[in-house]
T-cell receptor, first 114, second 111 residues
Framework: DTGVSQNPRHKITKRGQNVTFRCDPI?????LYWYRQTLGQGPEFLTY????????KSRLLSDRFSAERPKGSFSTLEIQRTEQGDSAMYLC????????????FGPGTRLLVL | GENVEQHPSTLSVQEGDSAVIKCTYS??????FPWYKQELGKRPQLIID?????GEKKDQRIAVTLNKTAKHFSLHITETQPEDSAVYFC??????????FGKGTRLHILP
């Protein structure tokens, strides 16, 4: 499968625990995006990388959230001290930065904080 | 920042009829307008997109129109089929940067 992959697909955790998600983009794509989607809503932008550089972070991304893309390939999104409001689907997308390219989404990681 | 409004939130059409979903955006610098289809529990899938240098684009039963002056764009699905039932999201992007999504339209195709 040459598409965007995400692991784990599902995560259940207790409030206050830390969680980490991984995204593997399409191999030649140099841009990687993280979005969050809650039930009945569209995906909301969180942050994105071009290669290993984090270029923008949304105000939605509190200090408890951190994202990395250390080698410009896969990325991780960590949430520290999880809260029930963090329960959502976390989507990753990737694109190729040539002029006007499309973002392709991964299957998402569904997080449930109890 | 960019804001995308989408209407209606729910749409029911008889199989074989057409469906139209409308969106408006706020930032005149937006230059890329993708439409995604999301089935229950699955990832958003791009179905069609349009750039700011064209006014209309068609792909089989799906067409999009863009009016840059009015800052609105629409999705048209003709000859609807049961497999068209899903949630559809419009979106807008500036400089092919982050995508700002609308809240989605749940499309029901009635038998």
């Amino acid at each position: 499968d040459t598409g965007v992959s995400q692991n784990p697909r599902h995560k259940i955790t207790k409030r206050g625990q830390n969680v980490t998600f991984r995204c593997d983009p399409i191999s030649e794509h140099n841009r990687l995006y993280w979005y969050r989607q809650t039930l009945g809503q569209g995906p909301e932008f969180l942050t994105y990388f071009q290669n290993e550089a984090q270029l923008e972070k949304s105000r939605l991304l509190s200090d408890r959230f951190s994202a990395e893309r250390p080698k410009g390939s896969f990325s991780t999104l960590e949430i520290q001290r999880t809260e029930q409001g963090d329960s959502a689907m976390y989507l990753c997308a990737s694109s190729l930065v040539t002029r006007q390219e499309t973002q392709y989404f991964g299957p998402g990681t569904r997080l449930l904080v109890l | 920042g960019e804001n995308v409004e989408q209407h209606p939130s729910t749409l029911s059409v008889q199989e074989g009829d057409s469906a139209v979903i409308k969106c408006t955006y706020s930032d005149s610098a937006s230059n890329y307008f993708p439409w995604y289809k999301q089935e229950l529990g699955k990832r958003p899938q791009l179905i069609i997109d349009i750039r700011s240098n064209v006014g209309e684009k068609k792909d089989q039963r799906i067409a999009v129109t863009l009016n840059k002056t009015a800052k609105h764009f629409s999705l048209h699905i003709t000859e609807t089929q049961p497999e068209d039932s899903a949630v559809y999201f419009c979106a807008a992007s500036i400089r092919d940067d982050k995508i700002i999504f609308g809240k989605g339209t749940r499309l029901h195709i009635l038998p």
